[in-house]
């Protein structure tokens, strides 16, 4: 079985690493002036072929998210990530709450009832996050 | 710069069966190339023919620009490692010797690395290998040589998954850092998908498909689920392939999906899996000689790139 660190066969492999790429910048992991991994690495971690990683940062170059410095490497652009989470949030309502209320609508949970339970799940995730911080 | 292999009408026969029937492909420099297809598709014979080993019937065959057979000048860019590689009787540091001075880009150091990669000891003579191990010498082989063109034919029996894996990091790694043209042909498509730029997959002597790899993936998607939310589904979607049980239907359908076709499949209650690599080189050579779908299979790819 092939083994590309999590990327899979249902779609193309340079926009999965785009993806993969653009998801660490919004969380944090690759910070703004951080130097992003070069094709060679990125080929050799997900075991993929240069010529696809390549193609993958290309995009994120394209979309200004990274930046080339000649010589040096590819780095993580200023504003990054504020426009990522931008993005994400723009998405936010067709993503997750629109399937959320048809779902809420077919099992005839009605919007209070909905709100309350969006309210207790939001509850837990705290005080999870809570205790996640005092260990 | 010219194509690395330019091949144009290739044929030959033996006796009344084709083994390569008007092959025509060309592969650019610089690339992985993936030589894909069932046992007998004419992938042997095709590389023999491009290593100067056999001759064409009819039809052109071009490497470097050239006409491989008996030419030097080009024999000389190119190494074939094949499936049951015949060696002298030798011991496996004196194999490798031999190859040094047949490849002008022989590296001892890639090939010292190598043989303890794979474990296998410099004084055991040839004919005392395993399969796997003699499989091994030919990887070792064929890396080191650091062949312009380097061709590998199904290049591991006898090789366990994990001594497979370590062939492909390290063919990897060793073409990034010295990137050249190679030409694999394997019929573990799932192993080695994630490696290849481009893939021609092979059916009857014939090529069915020839295309960057990362335009098939996900070309196509196998939606399940209710017969009637199946065909909402699909419908003014071209079909590969259809299957019912009772009021449950599965059913392949050409087309990238959209962010939008998620959602509409959870609310339909619809499972989606868009088909690997590997399913839809199978599916490309699963079809009957004369319908092979190449052409619905380029759109689909065209669609892909166009979006």
């Known amino acids: 079985m092939r083994e590309m660190a999590g990327l899979d066969e249902g779609a193309p492999l340079f926009a999965q690493l785009a993806g993969r790429l653009a998801e660490e910048i919004a969380d944090g992991g690759l910070a703004e002036g951080d130097r992003v991994p070069s094709t060679n690495e990125l080929a050799a971690y997900y075991r993929i072929n240069p010529a696809t990683a390549a193609k993958g940062i290309n995009v994120l170059i394209d979309d200004g998210l990274l930046e080339k410095r000649r010589g040096i490497g590819m780095f993580v652009a200023a504003g990054a990530r504020r426009r990522l989470l931008e993005e994400r949030r723009q998405q936010f309502t ?10 809420a609508a077919r099992l005839g949970i009605d919007t209070d009832e909905l709100v309350g339970l969006i309210r207790a799940a939001s509850h837990a995730e705290a005080s999870y996050t809570q205790e996640g911080i005092t260990l | 710069m010219t194509p690395a292999i330019s091949v144009a009408g290739l044929t030959r026969g033996y006796r009344g069966h084709l083994a390569l029937d008007r092959v025509t492909f060309d592969v650019e420099r610089g690339s992985i190339t993936g030589l894909l297809g069932r ?28 006409s491989p057979a008996e030419n030097d000048q080009v024999l000389r860019r190119m190494v074939l490692i094949r499936e049951d590689q015949v060696y002298p009787d030798f011991k496996v540091r004196h194999a490798l010797a031999a190859a040094s001075w047949c490849y002008p880009g022989w590296s001892s150091e890639l090939a010292s690395s190598l043989l303890a990669d794979f474990g296998l000891p410099p004084d055991r003579p040839v004919k005392k290998l395993s399969r796997g191990m003699r499989s091994a010498l030919g990887i070792v082989t064929g890396l080191a040589a650091r062949a312009e063109l380097t061709l590998f ?10 001594a497979r894996q370590t062939f492909y990091d390290r063919l990897l790694a060793d073409y990034a850092e010295h990137p050249r043209t ?27 498909l020839a295309a960057a790899a990362d335009d098939l993936r996900g070309i196509a998607t196998t939606v399940s689920g209710p017969v009637l939310a199946v065909d909402d589904f699909t419908a003014g979607h071209e079909v590969w392939e259809r299957r019912q049980i009772a009021s449950q239907a599965s059913v392949v359908m050409v087309g990238p999906l959209g962010e939008g076709d998620w959602a509409r499949a959870r609310s339909l209650r619809l499972d989606l899996e868009p088909l690997t690599l590997q399913q839809l080189v199978v599916h490309a050579a699963a079809q009957p000689a004369e319908t092979t779908n190449a052409g619905s299979f380029a759109a689909a790819a065209m669609e892909r790139t166009s979006a």
């Open chain 2, 153 to 162: 034919d199904e290049p591991y029996a006898g090789l366990d998954a994990v």
């Open chain 1, 94 to 103: 067709e993503r997750y709450v629109e399937p959320l209320v048809a779902e």
């Open chain 2, 39 to 66: 046992n007998g598709a004419g992938k042997t014979t095709l590389l023999r023919i491009l290593a100067g080993q056999e001759f064409p019937s009819a039809g052109q065959v071009r490497v470097f620009g050239a």
């Open chain 2, 182 to 208: 190679i030409l694999l042909s394997t019929h573990l498509i799932d192993e080695a998908a994630g490696l290849l730029e481009r893939v021609i997959v092979m059916d009857r002597g014939r090529v069915v």
